[in-house]
Structure formats: structure tokens, C-alpha cells
């Protein structure tokens, strides 16, 4: 019996090495093997192959055969010999580069793309995702090696949506020491300097990976929108693309002087890979994801609340001009948990065109009412397994997806012209989008892309035979972002509900094309029973958006009353200081026997007849002596001359200048946070230098050293956008 056993392991056996030695030959027979198909041809047959036609005039490799005797092994003994030494000696395939990012606006996002499409173009395998889809806790040595992250802050420095969970965990005190120790790592920080808070989530993120035992292969980078980004990012990326080689294939570099590629052949973005693939299912597997009953705090862009509109009504008196359509909205808190304070924002998640829509499924040939599931597609030693796609909730259809969870209608990155431009069939179009997408095209791409406010369903439409497939669409379109309001209302005047102001968006583009804003287009229509004061009756159900509080962190009211408050907000801008004032009221009303400092807000318009918002509110303030100055700039009431607030404010220097140098004043600045935020602060330089000193150079560094500190210590804090 035993020796009958071991004749049938002794058959087996020989059955399986004929087995390998038929894969390894099986080229030469003309073999149409299955095995060679699967997973064992390829690569190993191709092993094989090189074994049997090695002309080197080597001795025959020389092994032991089954007696264990020492005899030479020749012939198909010597190829399987030779093909398992290669499978043993096999060096393991690099794990793909995981490049993140946490990008609010969409840039980020677009830099971490291109990123990975040109470590991909190298040979290597990348992988970019979400810093939120990666998640902090999946982060390792031996699963992500090789990480660079691309970021930036929102809001008063705070982390962008796709990225809040993963920059919370990653501050968590309790996070093992050495966590991150074998990890090399990246980063670029991009920002603009206007904001209180510059670079506050990048500079945070950078020093807890270095805490936490990650090293970094390659200088890190912050970029100032300020300076302009694209140079700066252009150049960091030009030098990180062969130190990536480097941190991954150091056997390829070793003894080699790593240098900068020029990369002067490859002008056009490259091409992103499509990481995802879509799962068609039957209209029964399709359940649209729930809600996992969150409350208060915990409401965000993935888990908003549906607030019902309380009311809302215009604030200018002209509703008929398309360039200045003030709205002021209330939303019903009620049950919510949610607990707001002056200077906090409203997430609003807006829905795209449903016209736009249709428009986008009719050219795509797709059908709206399929619905799907989404998968990562895998490879050898990828990341760990992570959900695709976090903005679309999948299961859904194909038109909730383009409704809810894509941008349709911003203009493309280059990045997204690149993916446009691989599936034109069309010779001429194909080469329109490619030059979009150069380096030689950046000048036309600014005109007719950026500055033309062409979004992506207008590329889409000029480009007929453009066709991609809908996985590759879904991976490359941007998600649809939540719009930000400031709360322009305090809880001590109406503690469940929450007011908002925003300016009806609607403009002509350069093509004579009228183009509305997706959020405040959507908004007023959801609205429109309250503006067309028909208010919904018993029968009709309240109309719901979609919302979370973001906290406004420094941008908020001061706990005291005995320093001054100098507020500066044209236009919209106002919105949160309406709130301020309301709480101001409510603290002197508590606080009736405290000191009070001096209280000035500066607000602006064009023509206090049409757009002063919240004017009667305002002077009321002044008459109960919530607020003391209130100044007034009108920039089109006369004509060839605008008046903005800076000008305003020039005209009480000498006043300001005591407030904020000799009593410590607090300064908050709303608005817009190119021109204006700019213009506001050198003339705070030149009030604060005095008028004896506003042209010494020493004397105005001074003046923007002081300004500085303040920003510091959150007594100068801007919102803008």
C-alpha cells in the first residue's frame, strides 16, 4: 500500500511537471493551451521562450535530478529548471504611486491628475484619488510606499470637502507613533495668500506625515495664486517626475545623476487613465443609497439636511436686470440639530439643468434610466480597496448621476479636453482640443475657454463626433461642489432658522450666449413660490434644499463690546455682518452697563435705489446705537465716477487709523477676494503708515508687518472668494 502511494505521488508529480513543461514549450508545438490564455502564459511563456533560445554557448545549467543523485539536467528538464529559478528570482511589480488630493474648487484635483497621467507615461503605475477616498488609516509602508498629495484650504483654513475626514484623522493625537515610518512622500500646497489662514491645511498635513515617521523623496511646494500658479506647479512637477523614478526604481537610477526632464517633446496635458469600470444592474438591484440619520454637526456634502424654505424675497427693486438679482432666503432649522452662529456658512448642494441634462444623454446616445454600480479596476500590488466615485451615490441612474453628482457646466480643465480630445473621431476637432489642452495652446485656451466661461456641455456640443464611453466621462468629470452662503442672521434673533443672501448669476458670455449660475439659478427656481408671492398652501408641499453648516472659525462675532469692530462688505459682502450686528444688538441688550467701543461697517453698491441690501436694517441699527458709522459707497450713482469702499475709507483715515493702531480694533473684510480684498488691504496699509508716512517704503513694510500680526492673532480676518 505505501509503495503504491507513493507511485501515484511519484505520477502526479511527473503529471505536473509535464504540465509546466508543456506551458513552457508549448509556443514551440503551436500549443493553443487554455492555461496559456489564463494566468500562466504571457509573461511566463515569454520566460520560457527565452530559456529555450538561449544562444549565449553557456553550459547547460546544471541541477539534481530526481534521485538526488547530482546528474546533469538537460533538455525540457533544464527549461522547467531554469523557468522556476526565474519565478522564484522574480522581482515583486512596484506598488503604484498613490497620488491625493483635497481640492475644493477643482484645481487640486486637476494637478493631481496630471501628476499621475505623466508618472504613468514614464512606464509606472499610478493611482490618484481622493484624500478622503484613500482614507488616512489605509495609508502604509507596504500598501502605499510611494505618496504624494496635492492640497488646499477652503473656507478660514479649513480642509476642502473630499478631503475633511482624512485631515481630521489625520490630526488625532491618538495615531500610532510611526505610523507612516517607511513611507516616502510629496507635497504640493497650492493657495492665495488674500485668506487669513494661507496654506493652513497643507502646512498641517506636511508636518504630521514628517511626525508620524513618512520622509520626503522629493522638496515639497506651496504655491501663491497671488504669484500665479500655473509656472510654479509647471516647474515643481517638471523636477518631481524623475525623482518618482528615483524613490520607486532606485535600481534604475543608482550611480545616475537625477536631473529635471524638459520634457519639451510632450507639450499637450497627458492623458489620465480611466480608473473605474461600470457594473450595469436590473432596475431591482438599484436602490439609491439612504441617508445614515445624522443630526447637527455631523450634516455635510455626502449627508446634507433638507431644509424647507421658510421664505424668500428679492432685495433689489429692479428683478428684471439679469446682472444684479439680490435673493434673500430663509431655511426652517427646526428639528435639525443644527446650531449656527454669525459668520458660520451654508453648504448648499444645487442640482444641474435638467434640460442640460437631457442635452448631454441625447448626444451620448446614453439611456437615463439605467442604472449601475462603479468598481475600481484593479491591478497587481495596488492601494487598498477604496469606493470610487464618493460624490456620485451609486448605486443610481445614469440621469442622477449627470443631475446630482457631476459639473456640467464649468469650464474644462485640461485634463478633461485631453480625455474630449482621445474620443473625437473627427480629425480636425481632435486637434482643436489638443491644442486646447498644450502648452502652445495656453494663451487660446485662457480666451476661449476660461475667460469665454465655455463649460464642459458647450465643448461637448462643439465637438459633435466627440463620443467617450460613460465610465470614462464619469471618471473624468469633475464632482458637482456645494455652493458656500454666508449666514447673513445670529440665533439670538430667530435661533431655528438661518438666513442667506447670493446674487441671481446670470451673464453673456463673449459668444452672446446667456449663461446662468447652477446654485443660484436652481435656488430661485425652487423658490419661486415665495418670489412670485403666491406662497404654498396647504395642499402644496414646502420646497427642501440640501444643506450643512460650515463653522466660520475667527470669522465671527468678538465675545467683547469694549474693543472697536470695523466691517467691511460691499455688495453681498454685507450678508454676514447683518448677522453680527443682530448678535451686537443682543449683547448690549445683555450687557447694558459694559463698555462700548466704536462700531463702523463700510458697505457698498451700485446705486442705493436699487441695491442697498438690507438698508432700512441697517439704519435702524445706527438709530438704537447697535452700530455708529454707517458708510455708504455708491459706485454707478454718478456718471464716469465710481466710488468704491476703499475710497470711503481713505476719507476717514485719520479716525480709522486710531481705531486700529491706538484701540486694537477688530477688522473683518466679506467679499470678493481678488480686486477688492486686494484694494481694501493696501489702503489699511496706507491708514495704518499715517498720512506723514504712506510713501516710506520702511514705513509701509512696517504698516504690512502690523497687519500681519493682526492676522495672526485673528484680529484682521477675511471671507472672501
Not at 184 to 209: A, E, I, W
Not at 419 to 434: G, H, I, N, P, T
Not at 577 to 589: A, I
Request: glycine content about 8%; hydrophobic content about 35%; proline content about 6%.
Amino acid at each position: 500500500m505505501a509503495e503504491s502511494a507513493a507511485t501515484e505521488t511519484k505520477k502526479r508529480e511527473d503529471t505536473e511537471q509535464k504540465k509546466e513543461l508543456v506551458v513552457a514549450t508549448g509556443a514551440e508545438k503551436g500549443t493553443d493551451s487554455k492555461e496559456q490564455e489564463g494566468t500562466i502564459g504571457g509573461e511566463e511563456n515569454t520566460q520560457a521562450e527565452n530559456i529555450k533560445n538561449d544562444t549565449s554557448g553557456k553550459a547547460p545549467a546544471q541541477g539534481t535530478d530526481a534521485t538526488g543523485n547530482g546528474a546533469p539536467v538537460v533538455g525540457g528538464a533544464a527549461i522547467l529548471a531554469k523557468l522556476r529559478a526565474a519565478r522564484k528570482h522574480k522581482s515583486p511589480k512596484p506598488h503604484p504611486v498613490v497620488v491625493l488630493y483635497g481640492s475644493q474648487t477643482g484645481t487640486a484635483a486637476e494637478v493631481a491628475k496630471n501628476i499621475s497621467a505623466s508618472i504613468e507615461g514614464m512606464g509606472l503605475t499610478s493611482r490618484v484619488v481622493s484624500m478622503n477616498e484613500m482614507g488616512f488609516g489605509n495609508l502604509s509602508k507596504e500598501k502605499t510606499p510611494c505618496v504624494i498629495w496635492v492640497a488646499s484650504s477652503t473656507g478660514d483654513g479649513e480642509a476642502p470637502d473630499n478631503a475633511t475626514k482624512f485631515y481630521n484623522d489625520a490630526k488625532k493625537k491618538s495615531q500610532a507613533e510611526g505610523m507612516l515610518r517607511g513611507i516616502q512622500f510629496t507635497c504640493l500646497g497650492l493657495g492665495d495668500s488674500n485668506y487669513t489662514r494661507f496654506m493652513h491645511v497643507p502646512r498641517v498635513l506636511k508636518n504630521k506625515f514628517l511626525e508620524l515617521g513618512a520622509t520626503t523623496f522629493y522638496e515639497p511646494k506651496e504655491a501663491d495664486e497671488v504669484d500665479g500658479l500655473e509656472d510654479i506647479i509647471d516647474g515643481w512637477i517638471e523636477g518631481l517626475l524623475p525623482a518618482v523614478r528615483a524613490a520607486v526604481k532606485p535600481e534604475e537610477t543608482q550611480g545616475a545623476r537625477v536631473s529635471p526632464s524638459s520634457n519639451k517633446e510632450n507639450t499637450y496635458a497627458p492623458l489620465p487613465s480611466c480608473s473605474i469600470q461600470v457594473t450595469w444592474m436590473k432596475d431591482g438591484d438599484a436602490t439609491q443609497n439612504e441617508s445614515k440619520g445624522v443630526t447637527g454637526e455631523e450634516y455635510s456634502a455626502s449627508e446634507p439636511f433638507l431644509a424647507p424654505i421658510k421664505s424668500a424675497m428679492y432685495l433689489t427693486t429692479d428683478t428684471s436686470d439679469p446682472d444684479r438679482r439680490v435673493i434673500h432666503m430663509q431655511f426652517d432649522l427646526t428639528d435639525s440639530g443644527i446650531e449656527y452662529s454669525p459668520g458660520d456658512s451654508l453648504g448648499v448642494l444645487p442640482e444641474n439643468d435638467a434640460d442640460l441634462v437631457d442635452s448631454v444623454l441625447k448626444h451620448l446616445g446614453l439611456d437615463g434610466t439605467a442604472c449601475f454600480s462603479v468598481q475600481h479596476v484593479r491591478t497587481e500590488n495596488d492601494m487598498p480597496e477604496t469606493k470610487p466615485c464618493q460624490h456620485i451615490k451609486w448605486p443610481c441612474s445614469v440621469r442622477s448621476a449627470f443631475m446630482h453628482g457631476v459639473d456640467l457646466t464649468s469650464p474644462p480643465k485640461k485634463s478633461l479636453l485631453r480625455v474630449l480630445a482621445e474620443y473625437c473621431s473627427d480629425a480636425k476637432e481632435k486637434e482643436e482640443l489638443m491644442h486646447l489642452c498644450s502648452r502652445d495652446g495656453r494663451k487660446d485656451y485662457m480666451e476661449q475657454i476660461v475667460k469665454s466661461h465655455c463649460g464642459f456641455c458647450d465643448v461637448l456640443m462643439q465637438h459633435a463626433s466627440c463620443r467617450p464611453p460613460f465610465e470614462v466621462l464619469l471618471d473624468a468629470l469633475p464632482p458637482l461642489a456645494p455652493r458656500m452662503y454666508s449666514v447673513s442672521s445670529s440665533p439670538a434673533s430667530s435661533p431655528h432658522v438661518a438666513d442667506v443672501a447670493f446674487t441671481a448669476v446670470e451673464y453673456m458670455t463673449p459668444q452672446k450666449t446667456m449663461r446662468k449660475g447652477v446654485a443660484t439659478w436652481w435656488l430661485e427656481k425652487t423658490a419661486e413660490v415665495f418670489l412670485s408671492s403666491t406662497m404654498p398652501n396647504g395642499n402644496e408641499s414646502v420646497p427642501r434644499v440640501p444643506l450643512f453648516l460650515r463653522k466660520g472659525g475667527s470669522f465671527s462675532t468678538p465675545s467683547t463690546l469694549n474693543v472697536p469692530w470695523i466691517m467691511i462688505g460691499p455688495g453681498t459682502g454685507v450678508s454676514p455682518f447683518r448677522g453680527f450686528l443682530q448678535q451686537r444688538k443682543h449683547m448690549l441688550e445683555q450687557q447694558q452697563n459694559a463698555e462700548k467701543a466704536e462700531c463702523w461697517l463700510f458697505f457698498g453698491c451700485r446705486d442705493m435705489t436699487k441695491d442697498y441690501l438690507y438698508g432700512k436694517e441697517l439704519e435702524s441699527f445706527v438709530a438704537d446705537g447697535t452700530l455708529d458709522q454707517l458708510v455708504v459707497a455708491e459706485s454707478r450713482k454718478t456718471p464716469n465716477t465710481k466710488v468704491y469702499v476703499q475710497d470711503k475709507m481713505r476719507q476717514h483715515a485719520a479716525h480709522l487709523h486710531n481705531l486700529i493702531v491706538d484701540q486694537n480694533a477688530y477688522i473683518f473684510i466679506c467679499g470678493d477676494g481678488h480686486s477688492m480684498a486686494r484694494d481694501v488691504h493696501n489702503t489699511l496699509v496706507d491708514i495704518v503708515c499715517g498720512d506723514d508716512a504712506k510713501d516710506n517704503v520702511a514705513s509701509r513694510k512696517e504698516a504690512e508687518s502690523f497687519l500681519a500680526a493682526m492676522t495672526k492673532d485673528a484680529k484682521y480676518i477675511k471671507d472672501v472668494w
